[in-house]
């Protein structure tokens, strides 16, 4: 049997052809495991989705694959293959002892009734796993038609907008974050549908990609992705769809998330146009005034008052219960005085997405219209902006 | 009024003369309330409780107060006192505000209603505290009779023995550990019931210590303890007692605690006298065999198998759930072979408070008779052991 023949095998979901008997190097492994493990979810009624599926095939290749049905993760690394064939093993178990194993190889064969045997120096374990024709199938990355993107700037565009995607899951198109690709520029959005990031990065080169291609990537693929993104040395990544599922191809790793059918909301009609009222503070200051101020801020609501005067920016609140906090920051101001009041927790989130370094524009119109934040930074590749509904106060 | 005078009308907890108006260090007064803020229970449906009792006197001291009413503690720093009196604030409000707080000066004063008044640099807060008529009164230190202890030596004794102290509510008596002192000795005790922890250190100077002074410290009181002998330079903490309190005097602290009544357990009699079986291991090979064996005994037990073959000491456990697994150390042993079993959990926490470093020495008689761990690390001064009872398996 040749090696593309036992591939196609695999990815066809065929029985396995023999007892898998391999050793691997437990650095190597861990590497793999942790990659997929976020993947299992904890608690689930379906117990092969907390196992994972081990694949090894004679050209020297372990494919560990995890997935909950909404997601999957496929990852491999090199080991000795004494016999080709698959098994699945309980994720969770699994991880934690091959973390507590000293360095070295680990031995893992299968054998009778599922069980697998991980031998490693003078250690001996066997676990209880299950048959491997009950793993799901998990989709396969499309032969033709991805995109290639660069990692750091999609891992730039995730961290600053994952934060506003809504939690509520009633909420169905707002549970992920719209991704817009153009030939030579991407964009991401997100929204709660009381405050919205948008980021913006040009001179992108985008090589297949014809007018503008717009995906919806549930968060939670989103935060997946971000892992995957930390933890490679990859510069490009893959990107690919069909009808139901995403494709993300980071290093060896293949991530895919089941699509979100809807319609994101017309993000482009909230972006406001004329705040001409601005502020350029420290993030810094910022933050603590408004960490601050937040302990007495209403608990349910989190409200907080901005009030704009004479280069002078305060901030305030009141709770019946806590008390009531002031907090001012100096700085050059010279429009017409400004009450609005914002929800201290989004306020904050913004600034922990630039990492509260450097300064922060605050824009504004009036008490009845959004503001707008941007970080101060003269960054004409990429433009971040984050929007927020005024609060009543 | 000279400052002795209105010492002595605190300490009677007489109503406040004036409204509280001081500035203190930022960096002086959470240090304090750090140090102070473990003792306020979280959840108390005595609205008092969660508040701190602030005392100023016109010698430039503040005093902070802390109480759940089993427990109290007072501490101090000095202040820029404008005008004497005393205060409450909402302990969790204020500890995290003044965390918030950049370095500096802090104004606190008094208003009308019992709100309190907090300025620092650009912020401005009012919290709404509680008379201090209010406060319950907290026992104060002895006159006489206290016993001088070395900080360090009692340190080491509390994280010895703490992790054995009974979890059981119901075991009213072993909510605690017991402390021994002697003319020229100390030990602490605790046990649960299924192990117990003992350590003896020789070589003290305890003034004022005639024959044995047995005093059972609940665990709580040990915890706080424990903060307070990690956070001080003190050298030496002055120790007393009344019918009712204990009282540890650490730097300018007072730790209260309401005593435990009732008879701790004979604890000698349980002290294994002829278990001549015993093998030599290093801590960390010992802790990493049985964290890896540990992960499939059993869940409710916990319980894994020891095994002492000819120059091998074998653990293994099995469940049904997870399956099975077994580890082995090399070593010297060559008395006749024994099978015994123990609960994971309280092997590992023996080998956390000897900080998994140096030798650990196992000595057993049987598998129906206690086993007893030790530190192989020759120190005489402390003598440091653990028995444990063992488990059917």
Redesign the interface.
Known sequence: MTTATHDSEMTANAAPTGNLEISVSRAELLRELTAAQSVVERKTTIPILSNFLFEATEDGKLTITATDLDQSLRTSCTAKVKKAGACTI?AR?LY??IK???EGDISIKLMDNH?VQIRAG???????GMARANFPQVPEFPAAGAVKIQVSSLKNMVLKTIFAISNEESRYTLNGALLVLKAESMAMVATDGHRLAHIEKMGEQLDGVQGEKKTLIPRKALGELSGLLANTDAETLDFADDDQTLFFRVGGRVLTSRKLTGQFPNYEAVLPRDNNKFVIVRSEDLM??I??VA??ADERSGAIKIRLEQNELKLSSSST??????????TPYNYDPLVVGFNSQYLLDFLKAIGNTGEVRLEFKDAQSAGQMRPEDGNEDVKYRYILMPMRI
């Open positions: 309980p178990k934690d002892y507590l194993l000293p069980w003078r250690s001996n374990t066997k676990m209880v603590g005034s960490q601050r302990q007495f219960d806590a008390g009531e906090s002031e907090d001012s920051i100096e």
